[in-house]
């Protein structure tokens, strides 16, 4: 089956523009053109599925680029392609930690504004942070301020 540039920018959400500067910077070195049309198959598909993953966890176009041409190379690229995925993985999973701790400050001071409004005032919080709260709120601050 074939797919059109725009029905591939909206599947993905990308631009028209972005498409044709991943294929102009040799990222769809498979891609069949009919007069002169750029027609996408499932193979491209998947390419830009990893694209935007690897985009997302942080590697540059001349990155994602590199990865590509050790695709072209075969079977022998196997190891630093593994290689690439592992380092992205271990960032993102860097990353998740950093967002989880910035969620649990965010849950705690949402609390203790709420605990604010009610009260009029934050001399009752101020009393029993961190040694008094809630067990479920203490649970969250201790989170947030690991290091």
């Known amino acids: 089956m074939y797919y059109t540039i725009s029905e591939v920018a909206k599947k993905f959400n990308l631009t028209i523009s972005t498409l044709r500067y991943y294929d102009n910077e040799g990222l769809f070195p498979n891609l069949e053109r009919k007069s002169g049309v750029r027609m996408f198959q499932d193979r491209e598909i998947e390419t830009i599925r990893v694209i935007e993953c690897l985009k997302k966890s942080g590697l540059e176009i001349k990155e994602i680029k590199h990865f590509m041409e050790l695709c ?76």
């Not at 999973?93 to 950093?98: G, H, L, P």
């Not at 009393?127 to 947030?144: A, V």
């Open 72 to 147: 072209q190379k075969g079977s022998s690229t196997y190891k630093e392609r593994k290689e690439i995925f592992d380092k992205q993985q271990e960032l993102v999973n860097k990353e998740i930690k950093k967002l989880k701790n910035t969620l649990n400050m965010l849950k705690f001071k949402s609390w203790y504004y709420e605990q604010a409004l009610i009260d009029g005032n934050e001399e009752r919080l101020k009393q029993i942070i961190p040694d008094k709260l809630p067990s479920n709120i203490k649970n969250i601050y201790n989170k947030s301020h690991k290091k």
